[in-house]
């Protein structure tokens, strides 16, 4: 499997934002700021179980369901 | 409308105090912030504070250093005063015990209570929030993520100061000064806001990979697989004995797009770098260079001008690693002056907040 964290990213950006730019700009920051650089996975990105374990745990501090 | 920045310079907290209200008796203060030189007795300065301004929200911090419009101060302390007609609504909450809890939840139910509203349904263009946090108590990440997490409202804002004595930090709310403690602060201005963030560097395109790091202290044990200290100096094409004289001037910075969040270096232990603020295994850094602060701030504020037409006030939170090297390059006064024309404060901090915890930057919240 790959392209999980990809998605899971995306569906943060995109339930947090609601459509909003700022806010989803806002939202990636922090992503990187956590150390999760959306930018740097693709749908082509392993699906590391560390690292979604982090999304995961991101997500959820968000209030964000994936 | 009245948003009006002033300062003292008297000796006791009490004549520094009264001296700011006689200075701001033309204006019914909804609500004042200001920032104090650590060479204050905390506890009397903050009540002296609110003594003074008994009918305002009175939140506050101690310093490296103050800014207030024209002027770089030392052991002053300086003030900025906001009517009702400024400000809607004015929230307080005191966060305490930062280094070892993260009580942000119940500082913003309060606030929840007192708006009505879910902090994450706030309106990010109605409400904008400031951070005043103990500036020694590293606890400055946590408390910014569980920010971020809850609400997408902007905080912005600085780690207190103690003079570079590195002792003792205060915040202050209400009238108490407080450490290991931050002061959060909710704001409805009824004027348009802006956050501005400068940080005067240059990417000099290399990048350091953070392999091997201690988040909770700071310290980064290895950049690429080699001793950090070791893989800076390399970075920077120098002995690694002369390289952290460059920590000043070659920071380095997480990079968001083109956009620094500065992380810069305090130390070497050892092998090891201790920094100003935390980095994560994994974390790419690039090294940056530092440019003409003086003339960066120059730039920010006149497109600022042009963008909003008038600025009414403007209150900085300025690193003092920046406040350091303008005294190292005798451009105090120039800095100054770059708020001259504007109702200005502002404060050496330990650290910088915006969505984060940073280094080496003004974080500076404008009202139109």
Redesign the interface.
């Known amino acids: 499997m790959a392209g999980q964290i990809k998605r899971f990213l995306d569906q943060i950006v995109e339930q947090?934002s609601q459509g909003?730019n700022?806010?989803a700009s806002?939202?990636?920051?922090?992503l990187?700021?956590?150390?999760i650089?959306p930018r740097n996975y693709t749908n082509d990105s392993a699906d590391d179980p560390e690292t979604i374990a982090e999304v995961r745990k991101i997500a959820q501090?968000?209030?964000v369901t994936i | 409308m009245t948003i009006k920045a002033v300062y003292s310079t008297e000796i006791t907290p009490e004549e520094s105090a009264a001296d700011l209200s006689s200075k701001l008796s033309d204006i019914t203060a909804k609500f004042i912030i200001f920032f104090a030189s650590s060479k204050f007795d905390s506890g009397a300065l903050a009540s002296a504070m609110q003594k003074q301004f008994d009918s305002a929200s009175v939140v506050g911090c101690t310093t490296a250093g103050e800014i207030v419009s024209g002027k770089m101060l030392k052991d002053s302390v300086v003030a900025m005063a906001f009517d009702s007609q400024a400000l809607e609504e004015v929230n307080i909450g005191v966060v305490e015990n930062v280094k070892t809890e993260n009580r942000v939840p119940e500082v913003f139910a309060d606030f929840e209570r007192k708006t009505g509203q879910k902090m994450i349904d706030l309106n990010i263009k109605k409400y904008v929030g400031i951070i005043l946090v103990d500036g020694l108590s590293l606890a400055e990440e946590k408390l910014m993520d569980k920010i971020g997490a809850l609400t997408d409202i902007t905080f912005i804002g600085g780690s207190a100061g103690d003079d570079l004595k590195y002792k003792t930090t205060y915040v202050f709310a209400g009238g108490r000064a407080y450490t290991n403690a931050a002061v959060l602060v909710l704001l409805k201005p009824r004027v348009e806001f802006d956050v501005v963030k400068t940080q005067s560097f240059c990417d000099k395109n290399k990048v350091l990979e953070a392999t091997r790091v201690n988040e909770a202290e700071r310290i980064v044990y290895e950049f690429d697989g080699l001793p950090a200290s070791e893989a800076y100096a390399n970075a920077l094409e120098v002995p690694v004995e002369e390289a952290d004289s460059k920590f000043m001037s070659h920071p380095l910075g997480l990079m968001v797009g083109e956009e620094p969040y500065v992380r810069s270096p305090q130390q070497f232990q050892g092998s090891d770098m201790l920094f100003y603020c935390n980095i994560k295994e994994g974390m790419e850094l690039n090294l940056l260079e530092s440019m003409d602060i003086v003339q960066d701030m120059r730039e920010v504020m006149k497109a600022k001008k042009i963008e909003h037409g008038k600025i009414s006030g403007l209150i900085n939170f300025h690193c003092i690693l920046r406040t350091l090297e303008l005294e190292q390059r005798s451009q105090t006064e120039d800095y100054g002056k770059v708020f001259e024309d504007v109702p200005t404060i502002g404060f050496s901090t330990y650290g910088e907040e915006y969505l984060g915890h940073i280094n080496q930057t003004s974080t500076m919240l404008l009202f139109k």
């Open positions: 947090r909003d700022t806010i806002t939202t990636r920051t922090k990187i700021l956590r150390g650089n501090e968000l209030g």
